[in-house]
């Protein structure tokens, strides 16, 4: 019979994988404008050097899914760890340690950044809202507003995965079993842990 406290962390575990699930689901997604990204700036080169035709539409596209492509994949790197680290004794250290550094740093440095970001870009694109801001060529992509209203899902992404690692960081050092795995393990190169 399970205890009122096993099964909050439970919960509370199964809350952590949604949120990785989640986030996981929207990079995998967005990853796809990565071959979109390449086989659009092959054709604005061909038709440009070899037909003499120019697309500022597709042009700007780039732009718009090189922007999506950071800014929604963020959090992804984050979930499955293979964000830039500067590792100074992390690989080293021992599971609990890990969780303590990933715990501190994220309700230290990655939320208030967050906070920052929505806090500072909210009137930014709220601006942008009330203009419908457009492209300023004529044939260009008047949805400026919608790319940058991804500056607010970035924050909001990585906020939300934010909570995640608190969650796992947090049982891990309670001792959660399941949780501690997580910190045990080096990243593999799927962006799931690996033994």
């Known amino acids: 019979m399970r205890t009122r406290r096993s099964s909050g962390v439970f919960l509370m575990l ?9 986030n996981c689901a929207i990079g995998r997604a967005i ?64 599971p609990r340690v890990r969780a303590a550094v990933d715990t501190f740093g994220t309700l ?26 457009g492209s300023r060529e004529t044939s260009g992509i008047q949805g400026i507003y919608l790319l940058k209203t991804l500056i607010l899902v970035f924050a909001g992404l990585m906020a939300l995965q934010g ?12 001792g959660q079993p399941a949780a501690l795995r997580r910190f045990t393990r080096e990243a593999g190169a799927d962006g799931e842990r690996t033994a």
């Open 31 to 94: 990853s796809w404008a990565m071959p979109a990204m390449v086989v659009i700036q092959v054709a604005v080169v061909l038709m440009r050097y070899v037909f003499g035709i120019g697309s500022i539409w597709m042009q700007e596209s780039i732009v718009y899914l090189h922007a999506a492509t950071f800014l929604l994949a963020g959090a992804y790197t984050l979930a499955v760890d293979a964000h830039v680290r500067v590792d100074i004794f992390y690989r080293e250290a021992r």
């Open 108 to 133: 230290f440095f990655l939320l208030p950044m967050c906070a920052v970001i929505l806090w500072v870009s909210t009137p930014y694109v709220a601006r942008s809202w009330s203009i419908l801001e």
């Open 14 to 22: 199964a809350v952590a994988s949604a949120i990785d699930r989640f």
């Open 163 to 174: 909570v995640g690692i608190i969650i796992k960081g947090v049982s891990a050092l309670a």
